[in-house]
């Protein structure tokens, strides 16, 4: 959270570089969309003791994805920007664990928000 906001432009820099074809799917002026993601983010990981609990608001937000024109294809260069973002911003503390911990955490989000 410190890094937040930069963590948001690598994220969004790195997606767009990866998959372009994403791009129109977002606004324009991404200010309001990355503050969005890093609440969501923050949101997971709180609640990860919680997944029950959690699990319908992250369904809700897969059915809105769609709504988006969001496939299931899109959600692997998603993860893959998330891994890469993370890696470039906790360098060193980015450790084999902590990247399966989020490796483990994104495939179980984004399987339930496909599946939604």
């Known amino acids: 959270m410190p890094i937040a906001g930069t963590a948001a432009d690598l994220f969004y820099d790195r997606l767009f570089e990866i998959a372009p074809a994403v791009r129109p799917m977002f606004p ?35 059915q809105r994805h769609k709504g988006y024109g969001v496939s299931d294809a899109h959600y692997a260069p998603v993860g ?25 955490t994104y495939t179980a989000l984004a399987g339930a928000m496909t599946s939604a």
């Open 28 to 62: 324009q002026d991404m200010k309001e969309q990355k503050v969005k993601l890093m609440a969501m983010l923050g949101t997971a990981v709180t609640n990860l003791h919680r997944l029950d609990e959690i699990l319908p608001a992250v369904k809700a937000l897969g």
């Open 80 to 104: 893959a920007a998330l891994l890469w973002t993370l890696e470039k911003g906790l360098g060193a503390d980015f450790t084999p664990e902590v990247k399966a911990a989020w490796t483990e």
